[in-house]
Nanobody, 124 residues
Framework: QVQLVESGGGLVQAGASLRLSCAAS????????MGWFRQAPGKDREFVAA????????KYGSSVKGRFTISRDNANNTVYLQMNNLKPEDTAVYYC?????????????????WGQGTQVTVSP
């Protein structure tokens, strides 16, 4: 069964760092664009970052550019999101997702497979 499993969330203070992981199982994803999204209570799911299959191309959402870094390890079928200088407004459930084909997508509907999410809470 193909699935994505996120981990690494938690409760931190503003200014701290966290590293999220997304482990893919059931098949390899080295040819797929992979993305991170987040959803805060009462808000729409928001694009955070995406990375090409090779890792050579990356796109970030404007609210995280300069603070977050997406990367991938295709040998271990894992995608990472390094989050630095966290702010209370970064509080959300973070999801990783697989784009089935094509280049970068920033809409949730561009992705067809999602993990269960991991909670990130940033206190002031």
């Amino acid at each position: 069964q193909v699935q994505l499993v996120e981990s690494g969330g938690g409760l931190v203070q503003a200014g701290a760092s966290l590293r999220l992981s997304c482990a893919a199982s059931g098949r390899t994803f080295s040819s797929n664009v992979m993305g991170w999204f987040r959803q805060a209570p009462g808000k729409d799911r928001e694009f955070v970052a995406a990375i090409s299959g090779s890792g050579g191309s990356i796109k970030y959402g404007s609210s995280v550019k300069g603070r977050f870094t997406i990367s991938r390890d295709n040998a271990n079928n894992t995608v990472y999101l390094q989050m630095n200088n966290l702010k209370p407004e970064d509080t959300a459930v973070y999801y990783c997702a697989r784009r089935p084909s094509g280049w970068f997508g920033i809409r949730p509907s561009d992705y067809d497979l999602w993990g269960q999410g991991t909670q990130v809470t940033v206190s002031p």
